[in-house]
T-cell receptor
Framework: GENVEQHPSTLSVQEGDSAVIKCTYSDSASNYFPWYKQELGKGPQLIIDIRSNVGEKKDQRIAVTLNKTAKHFSLHITETQPEDSAVYFC???????????FGKGTRLHILP | DAGVIQSPRHEVTEMGQEVTLRCKPISGHDYLFWYRQTMMRGLELLIYFNNNVPIDDSGMPEDRFSAKMPNASFSTLKIQPSEPRDSAVYFCASARSLAATNTGELFFGEGSRLTVL
């Protein structure tokens, strides 16, 4: 089955700097890669996703990149703000009603 | 819509007791998922349903765990008997469709934090 590895497990960046979280996946048939953000005491919430026919996608300060050959994808957050502090999860799925498998998460701390 | 509703939010019980966690998915969503979150393992998929039918329960840890979905608006996850290693946050999530052509977005509840003493 699919296995998703996520690094780092913890990341601290100065407010205003950029943060990058990286994930790898094992199943070459996976074609849908969402990212979720989990705030304290809440359930995860989708923030951006990318499909295998796209190499990069941006939404304001957030961008995701996908390298299907290497089977890795990344989340980039620019101009970080205090409200970006949270746990971020990457995930992978083969789509077509297949289950979504999550990485173990990255706890992001934005330092003042 | 109120979103995915889980109960209880917190449960503290003693080893050997039965625990029942409840979930009400978003109306109109065809899929329902149960995940378990721990520091060591992150978010683990336990089981998911499509149109009330269990599709994949390969993530259920052992026979002590069972899940049901008697109708489109209600699901339960039961642990009997509970053990200290079952302590975790259990999330329920629902989705309209997972097909690659649709968003495939999962909507999570706020979780049920279980502590087994």
């Amino acid at each position: 089955g699919e296995n998703v590895e996520q690094h780092p497990s913890t990341l601290s960046v100065q407010e205003g700097d950029s943060a990058v979280i990286k994930c790898t996946y094992s199943d070459s048939a996976s074609n849908y890669f969402p990212w979720y953000k989990q705030e304290l005491g809440k359930g995860p919430q989708l923030i951006i996703d990318i499909r295998s026919n796209v190499g990069e996608k941006k939404d304001q300060r957030i961008a995701v990149t996908l390298n299907k050959t290497a089977k890795h994808f990344s989340l980039h957050i620019t101009e970080t703000q205090p409200e970006d502090s949270a746990v971020y999860f990457c995930a992978a799925s083969r789509g077509r009603d297949d289950k979504i498998i999550f990485g173990k998460g990255t706890r992001l701390h934005i330092l003042p | 819509d109120a979103g995915v509703i889980q109960s209880p939010r917190h449960e503290v019980t003693e080893m050997g007791q039965e625990v029942t966690l409840r979930c009400k998915p978003i109306s109109g969503h065809d899929y329902l998922f149960w995940y378990r979150q721990t520091m060591m393992r992150g978010l683990e998929l336990l089981i998911y349903f499509n149109n009330n039918v269990p599709i994949d329960d390969s993530g259920m840890p052992e026979d002590r765990f069972s899940a049901k979905m008697p109708n489109a608006s209600f699901s339960t996850l039961k642990i009997q008997p509970s053990e200290p290693r079952d302590s975790a946050v259990y999330f329920c999530a629902s989705a309209r469709s997972l097909a690659a052509t649709n968003t495939g977005e999962l909507f999570f509840g706020e979780g049920s934090r279980l502590t087994v003493l």
